[in-house]
Nanobody, 123 residues
């Protein structure tokens, strides 16, 4: 079994910054893609940013130039630094991790979601 624990988030004024972290732990063999999604009230969950390896990143157009995703492979942790926050960035942020784990003595590929953390940007 694998657990994801998210940290960070909170309330910030428009133009401010926040940082998120998400750490995976458990019977992990290797971690592939890591990403952050968000869901605003009344809207579908959307991809914010993702990272494969160290430098292969992908961002939603709405956050390019403002957000930065990074990872620490030794800690199985993914980070999201959010700058110049806007009211439209408000929502629940979820990390998503694609990994290989050991389950019943077999290698199994699975994707896990974090519990979600609230980010509220006041205008």
């Amino acid at each position: 079994q694998v657990q994801l624990v998210e940290g960070g988030g909170g309330l910030v004024q428009a133009g401010g910054s926040l940082g998120l972290s998400c750490t995976a732990s458990g019977s992990i063999v290797s971690v592939n893609e890591m990403g952050w999604y968000r869901q605003a009230p009344g809207k579908q969950r959307e991809l914010v940013a993702s990272i494969i390896g160290v430098g292969n990143t992908n961002y939603a157009d709405s956050v390019k130039g403002r957000f930065a995703i990074g990872r620490d492979n030794a800690k199985n942790t993914v980070y999201l630094q959010m700058n110049s926050l806007e009211a439209e960035d408000t929502g629940v942020y979820y990390c998503n991790v694609d990994l290989w784990e050991v389950d019943s003595s077999q290698y199994v590929a699975r994707a896990y979601w974090g519990q979600g953390t609230q980010v509220t940007v006041s205008s």
